[in-house]
């Protein structure tokens, strides 16, 4: 059995993950950054296959640019708009568009337009969820967290424990707010 999978997490002591059902609005809640953070699904419970959140981000923000090493990420706009840098491309993803970064692929994004946008993200193997919870804080509330400046250094330092490398700043939006 692996170390990441306790007891409880299996299934009948075969190493299989015990079925998991995260109801909405449910989930480990973290503020990271300007984002509220929602574990749906960790390596914990997927046997380290996959791990699965849901990010709610404000209008105007983004993550520095930065490179996964060990995990490949996919999102899945679920509301609002999105420009997306992968390598040197940008291009839009709006609401229903899906986005997939390998590791090893510099990349970031920027919510366009004055409202959050709402994304499902998908990283695999598992482990990276983790990330968030050590460079992020408990979420005090069910919304986004207080507005301040994002503590790059901080996101640098907790990303090598995670195989996260910070490259350069975020992208600005490229279209003005209406």
């Known amino acids: 059995m692996s170390a990441a999978i306790q007891a409880d997490d299996v299934q009948d002591g075969t190493g299989v993950p015990a079925p998991s059902h995260i109801p909405a609005g449910e989930g480990q809640s973290v503020w990271y950054t300007t984002n509220l953070m929602v574990l749906k699904a960790t390596a914990r419970s997927t046997g380290g296959a996959f791990g699965l959140i849901e990010a709610l981000a404000p209008a105007g923000s ?21 420009t ?13 568009s899906y986005t997939f970064l390998p590791r090893g692929l510099p990349h970031t994004f920027v919510v366009e337009g004055n409202s959050p946008a709402r994304i499902l993200s998908i990283c695999s193997p598992g482990g990276l969820e983790q990330y968030f919870v050590a460079a992020g804080r408990p979420a005090e509330t069910d919304g986004l967290p207080p507005a301040g400046p994002v503590d790059v250094a901080l996101l ?16 600005a939006p490229t279209r003005e707010p209406t």
């Open 156 to 171: 640098a330092r907790v990303g090598q424990q995670f195989g996260v490398e910070i490259l350069g700043p975020p992208i």
């Open 62 to 82: 983004g993550p520095p640019l930065h490179v996964h090493q060990r995990e490949d990420e996919a999102f899945w706009i679920l509301e609002g708009q999105l």
């Open 84 to 96: 997306v840098r992968r390598g040197e491309r940008l291009f839009s993803a709006e609401a229903g």
